[in-house]
């Protein structure tokens, strides 16, 4: 079965096609298919896996790149090297169950080591050493990691999209001045349940400093971090920063934008009356789909936008409690696009793929 997940909103929507151009979907042409056994990745090799397997026995060194085209893959530790590269792409989820460590031998790489496509998850159960790799979580993009993250380079940094969602679970430390930089022009989200400390004292939290859009949550109080105080919630108890449903459990922001859509599925083919549950189907869709919204919903416009981030279709959201209909244009191609729902206090993005 086919599935969707929720993601937050992205403000400038232009900023998508930032993330898309470096993440085109599926494995690439020519790529070997990833070892069931545990294996060193080649430099200069790419490896992919596009379907959902256990591999979580396995460890892995990586010195080329693997790619995660499709589904939810499980794999034990990780060794990536600063040749190395891990790419989740749109709709793929990673769960590292080991530890993930990054090759401490300097100079800093200069590439992104680990890139979190639009719509892909990559979730680190274990902990991680960071080393002197970088990161780029891209527009949409989750990532949520569970044990401890030390990053103690003080150049390594960051990339964080527009919508995007960084969870975690346990303590952060950091070592540079402006450690996330911010490459769209909207909002994203950063939620720490852990102990923070930043160890550059008093340094930034993004590269924006002031200017940044970063929303971070805090369950403790962070050491010697400056942030602007209106996206910033330190020590925070209401997750008002944080996407709705949020709490003190570790991977519930990554839940929220992982499965707030409730009802997805080709077995769901007609219009029915679920007043308290956010549903599009059928999905994959043809020509049109069914939206249910629950009954209090304050969304009034609808639109949709391409994998670039273009606007391809607009529409008011209808009135009513039952499922509505919506047609799309004739002329929209198959693919896999961003369905955003906007009101007066809320946004919500689905994510609908088109036959």
């Not at 080709?266 to 219009?271: A, F, G, H, N, R």
Request: hydrophobic share 35%; proline share 4%.
């Amino acid at each position: 079965m086919k599935y969707i997940h929720s993601l937050f909103f992205c403000i400038a929507v232009f900023a998508c096609s930032y993330a898309s151009a470096q993440c085109p979907l599926g494995c690439p042409s020519g790529a070997i298919a990833l070892p069931t056994t545990s294996s060193t990745l080649a430099a200069g090799s790419t490896y992919c896996i596009s379907a959902s397997q256990d591999l979580s026995s396995n460890t892995y060194a990586i010195d080329g790149t693997l790619v995660i085209g499709g589904g939810t893959v499980t794999i034990g530790s990780v060794t990536l090297k600063r040749t190395g590269v891990i790419q989740v792409k749109f709709g793929a989820r990673l769960i590292i169950t080991g530890t993930l460590t990054g090759d401490n031998a300097t100079p800093t790489s200069t590439i992104d080591n680990i890139i979190v496509c639009n719509g892909g998850y990559l979730d680190i159960t274990g902990s991680f050493w960071q080393g002197e790799i970088n990161l780029a979580v891209n527009d949409f993009g989750i990532m949520k990691v569970t044990g401890a993250w030390t990053a103690n380079s003080t150049n390594t940094r960051v990339k964080i999209g527009t919508g995007s969602l960084i969870e975690l679970c346990s303590s952060f430390n950091i070592n540079r001045n402006g450690f996330f930089l911010e490459t769209g022009t909207g909002a994203s989200y950063l939620v720490v349940h852990g102990g923070m400390s930043q160890f550059a004292v008093n340094g930034w939290l993004s590269s924006l400093g002031n200017a940044s859009q970063l929303k971070w949550t805090a369950e403790g109080a962070a050491s010697w971090v400056s942030h602007p105080s209106a996206y910033t919630c330190s020590p925070c108890t209401n997750y008002n920063l944080a996407p709705a449903g949020t709490n003190a459990s570790c991977g519930s922001a990554a839940n929220v934008l992982y499965n707030t859509t409730l009802v997805t599925g080709p077995e769901i083919t007609k219009p029915e009356i679920i007043t308290d549950k956010t549903a599009i189907y059928p999905n994959p869709v043809s020509a049109y789909f069914y939206l249910q919204l629950p009954k209090k919903h304050s969304y009034t416009s609808l639109s949709v936008y391409n994998q670039s981030g273009q606007q391809v279709y607009v529409t008011k959201v209808k009135a009513g409690t039952a499922a509505v209909r919506y047609n799309l244009p004739v002329q929209l191609p198959p693919g896999l696009y961003f369905v955003q729902l906007t009101g007066s206090e809320t946004s919500l993005t689905l994510r609908l793929a088109k036959d």
